[in-house]
């Protein structure tokens, strides 16, 4: 468990977590002779989007997070995944 400063650290977190999984599963899929596209994941938090975008934390109270939670922006850049807006 991870403690976490604001809400969207946690959402970054839990997307940095959740593409992890959903790109083990796509390989998996794929060795399996499945042909998968990017996948679609859906949050409604938009700042978090925009540090996604930025690739870091932009402002005095998200400088604090760990580059590793950007491992997202990297597997947008690969094609990997898509991240788009739900709103609630």
Not at 46 to 62: H, S, V
């Amino acid at each position: 468990m991870l403690n976490t400063k604001s809400l969207t650290e946690s959402v970054l977190v839990t997307l940095s977590d959740g593409t992890s999984q959903v790109i083990w599963t796509k390989l998996f899929l794929e060795s399996h002779g499945y042909e998968i596209g990017p996948a679609i994941i859906l949050q409604d938090n938009i700042l978090t989007m925009k540090m996604i975008r930025n690739g870091k934390g932009t402002g005095e109270k998200t400088r604090h997070i760990h580059p590793r939670y950007f491992f997202v922006r990297n597997r947008i850049e690969n094609g990997e995944i898509i991240i788009g807006h739900k709103p609630n």
